[in-house]
């Protein structure tokens, strides 16, 4: 039987994320390009084809409730956020009129919010957020920050948002954190990048496709300690300057073994990224992305006996997806997982070949996974 997740209010691990805010007409425009836009499905092909019958009523309300003309192809515009505004400029237009069915364009809005946990939003990030309280460990124990990687396409993404990501965390943990990145690959591709910075470099061979849940295990076995944390993190996190003295800090505070520290993953539009990446985060806002409501993956702090309690990853799962919310519900069957509020910023890259694989075939996403993987 699952254990009680515990919001715990403290500090996220990016200080100036709030909730996306939706008011009738942005959810309905929201939801209008999660339908189309095919950035929707690779983002969490499982998530898109449980809620695209409701992303399609919504449509269908727009044009026969509204009577917004809303074209049936996704070459309607040259760049989602574009499509975005002109949905939501006629949407809001449409609801001032009078006769409009208001009172049913705030139901499907609400349904929308409520039912849906991968949805379009625009983002106005709070530039003024004040400074997190100072919060600095006293664990005496080894921490280890694992990060399983694979890059094997140049300029994919990947390798631009782990050196971003290496860069952030390098000059925080002084030393006392380890930094652990195995590249689960069939050569070491990117470790002559990767070597320029004060982590531990691993490879581990693998000629098959990309194992993370692999690669995170034989990250833990290298740097165990039974005493330690353990660090599990996706190389495309865009992260606060305070990440990891805040995350030990509120891991210990919170009296739990375990700590998600954010509650919505979101997953930034490419264009976005690439101005973050130009100006820095506030300076690009707005930031259009998907909103992925309590999201299993991209980061997790626990100690060595929780991890090793739950046998760590099942690497059976080869690919994209599946093994984060294998471990996540794993974890929660035998202890109490903390939660902090806030975001986990996703930068993006290109998406895995399954995924567009899966994408032009029109069949339902399946997992792969194999019970002899090691």
């Known amino acids: 039987m699952g254990r009680l997740i515990v919001l715990f209010q403290c500090e996220p691990m990016f200080r100036y994320s709030t909730p996306p805010m939706f008011d009738c007409a942005t ?25 695209r019958e409701l992303h399609k009523s919504t449509v269908e309300f727009v044009r026969r409730g509204l009577e917004i003309e809303v074209a049936e192809a996704w070459s309607i515009s040259p760049s989602v956020p574009s ?9 809001k237009d449409a609801l001032e009129r009078p006769g409009m069915p208001v009172n049913q364009a705030t139901i499907v809005a609400s349904r929308v919010l409520s039912e849906t946990r991968l949805l379009f939003a625009m983002q106005n990030f709070d530039a003024n957020s004040a400074s997190p309280s100072k919060r600095r460990s006293d664990h005496p124990g080894k921490v280890s920050v694992i990060i399983p990687f694979r890059a094997t396409v140049p300029h994919d993404g990947r390798l631009r948002n782990l050196l971003s990501c290496l860069r952030v965390l390098t000059r925080q943990s002084a030393g006392a954190v ?27 061979l693998n000629t098959g ?34 990440f990891v003295d805040q995350s030990i800090g509120c891991l210990i505070e919170s009296g739990c073994k375990v700590l998600f520290p ?7 539009q490419p ?5 973050i990446y130009e100006k820095g985060f506030r300076s690009a806002c707005p930031i259009f992305g998907y909103v992925s409501k309590n999201a299993p993956g991209g980061c997790v702090w626990l100690f060595q006996e929780t991890f090793d309690a739950v046998g760590g990853f099942d690497a059976g799962f080869v690919g994209w997806g599946g093994e984060d919310r294998d471990f996540f519900s794993r974890v929660e069957a035998i202890e109490k997982i903390a939660r902090l509020p806030g975001i986990f910023a996703h930068l993006y890259h290109e998406r895995a070949p399954e995924i567009k694989i899966s994408m032009n075939s029109g ?11 090691t």
């Open 27 to 51: 959810a309905l425009a929201a939801s209008v390009v999660s339908y189309f836009d095919p950035e929707s499905k690779a983002i969490s092909p499982p998530r898109w084809e449980k809620e």
């Open 271 to 275: 264009e976005d990224t690439g101005r």
């Open 262 to 268: 954010y509650t919505d993953m979101y997953f930034i």
């Open 178 to 204: 380890s930094i652990v990145v195995v590249e689960d690959d069939e050569i070491p591709r990117n470790r002559g990048a990767l070597e320029h910075y004060d982590i531990q470099y691993h490879h581990r």
């Open 209 to 242: 496709k990309f194992n993370k849940s692999a690669a995170i295990n034989f990250g833990s076995s290298i740097c165990r300690s039974d005493d330690g944390i353990l660090c599990i993190l996706d190389g495309d996190a865009y992260l606060d300057e305070t």
């Open 83 to 91: 499509f975005f505004r002109g949905v939501l400029s006629s949407i």
């Open 363 to 373: 069949k339902p996403w399946e997992n792969d996974y194999r019970a002899s993987a």
